[in-house]
């Protein structure tokens, strides 16, 4: 399964990418993030990999990170992994007249057939791409 998903955001280029990959901060804009584990390499190099750690419903849902490339501020691919599902997430960073605009391709595989349909996954992908964007815009406002 293959999509895209753009959004604006009004900020300046080098905060999104950095505030992405911000697990301290995770937990102000993505629910249910608790922490990040790291596996092995440094924090966003080609070939890190990393546990993000979410609790729902009283239960531990950990997912993988592995940071294929990285040309922050204006790209970087980042593959997740959890229970038979990978994400593959290109996300690209451009200058536009009003802010950033923030472009991600996303291909998903499945083990198993999935029953969710590709717009559930788009709507999903676009919520938490605005939860980060409202995250910075209220707590990074432009002046």
């Not at 080609?46 to 950990?62: A, E, T, W």
């Not at 599902?85 to 451009?94: A, D, W």
Request: proline share 3%.
């Amino acid at each position: 399964m293959n999509y895209q998903v753009a959004i604006l955001v009004n900020t300046q280029l080098e905060l999104l990418g950095e505030l992405l990959f911000d697990y301290e901060k995770m937990s102000e804009w993505q629910p249910n993030f608790n922490h990040y584990e790291r596996v092995e390499g440094e924090h966003l190099q080609p070939g890190s990999l990393g546990k993000l750690v979410y609790f729902h419903n009283k239960q531990r849902i950990v997912m993988d990170e592995y940071i294929e490339s990285v040309d922050l501020p204006f790209q970087c691919v980042v593959i997740y992994h959890m229970d038979g599902v990978t994400n593959r997430c290109e996300n690209y960073f451009e200058v536009v007249k009003d802010g950033i605009l923030w472009t991600m391709d996303v291909t998903f595989d499945f083990e198993l057939p999935s029953s969710i349909s590709i717009e559930q996954f788009k709507g999903s992908t676009y919520q938490s791409m605005m939860a980060l964007k409202q995250y910075i815009e209220s707590n990074h406002p432009m002046h």
